[in-house]
C-alpha cells in the first residue's frame, strides 16, 4: 500500500480502476486547515492528465508496470507480433492501439512492451533507429542557405522532413519521440 504522503515523481498506483502516475506532486501545509497533496497524473493506459487532491492519509494499491524488451517480428493483418528474447514466445498486440508508434520500427527492432497484470496497453520504439530512404526529390545545390527542408518517405513508410543535401540513397538517424531527421548516417 501506498500513502498520499509518500508520492514522488514516476510512482504508478490504482485509483478508481485506473493506473495513474505521479507526474508533478506537491505536500501542502497551509495556515488554516489540514495539510494536502496537490497532484498532477496521468492515466498510463489511456493518457490523459488530471488534476487532483489527496489527503496525506489516504491509502493506494501499488500498481506495477512491466516493463518487457521484446523484438518487432512482423504483422499480420490487423496484429503486429513481438518476439520475448528470452522465452521466445509471440505476443500479438493490435494496430489500431500502437499503429503511430511503430512508424519508425522496422522488422528486428528491439521495443521496450509496458504491460499491467498481463495486459499490454503500450510500446517504448528505440529512441533513435536508423532508416534508409526509400523516396525523395532532388536537392538543388545552393538552396541550403536558409535550412530549407524536403520530404522523404523512409523504409516503414513514414514521411519526415530532411535537409535538402539529403538523397534517395542515404540512411539516416530519426528521434523517435518527435519524428525529426538528426543526421546522416556514414555508409
Given amino acids: 500500500m501506498l500513502s498520499a504522503g509518500d508520492f514522488r515523481n514516476g ?3 490504482e ?8 507526474v508533478e506532486f506537491q505536500h ?3 495556515g488554516k486547515g489540514a495539510a494536502f497533496v496537490r497532484t498532477k497524473i496521468k492515466n498510463v493506459i489511456t493518457g490523459s492528465v488530471v488534476e487532483k487532491t489527496f489527503r496525506p492519509t489516504e491509502k493506494f494499491e501499488n500498481a506495477y508496470i512491466e516493463r518487457k524488451d ?11 507480433y513481438f518476439m520475448d528474447q528470452e522465452t521466445f ?7 489500431s492501439e500502437i499503429a503511430d508508434k ?3 520500427v522496422k522488422e528486428n527492432d528491439v521495443c521496450k512492451i509496458l504491460s499491467y497484470k498481463g495486459s499490454v496497453f503500450d510500446i517504448e520504439p528505440p529512441t533513435f533507429v536508423e532508416l534508409a530512404i ?9 538552396n541550403t542557405a ?3 527542408t524536403k520530404p522523404a518517405t523512409l523504409e516503414t513508410g513514414a514521411v519526415i522532413q530532411v535537409p535538402l543535401f539529403v538523397d534517395g540513397s542515404d540512411i539516416i538517424r530519426v528521434d523517435t519521440r518527435t519524428g525529426e531527421y538528426m543526421e546522416r548516417v556514414n555508409k
Fill in 11 to 13: 510512482v504508478t498506483f
Fill in 15 to 22: 485509483l478508481e480502476g485506473g493506473v495513474w502516475q505521479i
Fill in 28 to 30: 501542502v501545509k497551509p
Fill in 70 to 80: 521484446m523484438s518487432y517480428s512482423y504483422t499480420d493483418g490487423d496484429l503486429y
Fill in 89 to 95: 514466445d509471440m505476443v500479438p498486440i493490435a494496430v
Fill in 102 to 104: 511503430m512508424k519508425f
Fill in 134 to 142: 526509400s523516396e525523395t526529390e532532388p536537392g538543388f545545390a545552393g
Fill in 146 to 148: 536558409t535550412g530549407a
